[in-house]
């Protein structure tokens, strides 16, 4: 079975600082997938980015880069240079190798300040 | 736009009406989803369908009841709910069951209240 823990609620960052969102995760198994997902306050769940456990560079996409350290079973998501759009809950998600559910953290909100 | 899309945005119903969730994928996918997604609680997914056969139902109770017609559409039909049952009903997408790689893709939900 997987969990995800995500330990803070929410968090401030001012515009245009960078941000980390901290996401645990335990597993099992050997393969496995972890993900990032923003849902803005209109409700859609829209995919960030993506890091697999065998994947030794950590995953950059734009300004979403996912700090992973296999060893401490941590991904965590670094937001660099927060806009005002940024402002939203974030969830951390993981898939395992004989499951096909994504297994979802509680979440953060994550406010922007100007 | 992520690819999938959910109508209607927004549903207000009696606990003795009868109403379906639509959603559509445009990307080509195999499986489909349905989650529930509650104030204060965890997504939980409700249902799961790969190539129109459904492959997973978590105790959902029966005034829920899906209908995948073809990998590029999925309902979920319902009847008799009751107030907790509104939340905001996700669906989503992924090219199919295997891979730990594949992310889900989802529509913007619909926002469901029971009176």
């Known amino acids: 079975a997987q969990k995800i823990t995500q330990t803070q609620p929410g968090m401030f960052v001012q515009e245009k600082e960078a941000v980390t969102l901290d996401c645990t995760y335990d597993?099992?198994?050997?393969?496995?997938?972890l993900f990032w997902y923003k849902q803005p306050s209109s409700g859609e769940m829209i995919f960030l980015i993506y890091?697999?456990?065998?994947?030794?560079q950590n995953a950059t996409e734009g300004r979403y880069s996912l700090n992973f350290q296999k060893a401490r079973k941590s991904a965590n998501l670094v937001i660099s240079a927060s806009q005002l759009g940024d402002s939203a809950m974030y969830f951390c998600?993981?898939?395992?190798?004989?499951?096909?559910?994504?297994?979802f953290g509680a979440g953060t909100i994550l406010r922007v300040k100007s | 736009e992520t690819g999938v899309t959910q109508t209607p945005r927004h549903l207000v119903m009696g606990m003795t009406n009868k109403k379906s969730l639509k959603c559509e994928q445009h990307?080509?996918?195999?499986?489909m989803y349905w989650y529930k997604q509650s104030a204060k609680k965890p997504l939980e997914l409700m249902f799961v369908?790969?190539?129109?056969?459904?492959?997973e139902n978590n105790s959902v109770p029966s005034r829920f009841s899906p209908e995948c017609p073809n990998s590029s559409h999925l309902f979920l039909h319902l009847h008799t709910l009751q107030p907790e049952d509104s939340a905001l009903y996700l669906c989503?997408?992924?090219?199919?069951?295997?891979?730990?790689?594949?992310?889900?893709?989802f529509g913007d939900g619909t926002r469901l209240s029971i009176l």
């Open positions: 990307l080509g996918h195999n499986a």
């Open positions: 369908y790969n190539f129109k056969e459904q492959t």
């Open positions: 989503a997408s992924s090219q199919d069951l295997g891979g730990v790689n594949q992310p889900q893709h």
């Open positions: 597993t099992s198994d050997q393969s496995y997938g």
């Open positions: 998600a993981m898939r395992g190798e004989y499951g096909n559910k994504l297994v």
């Open positions: 890091q697999g456990s065998y994947d030794e």
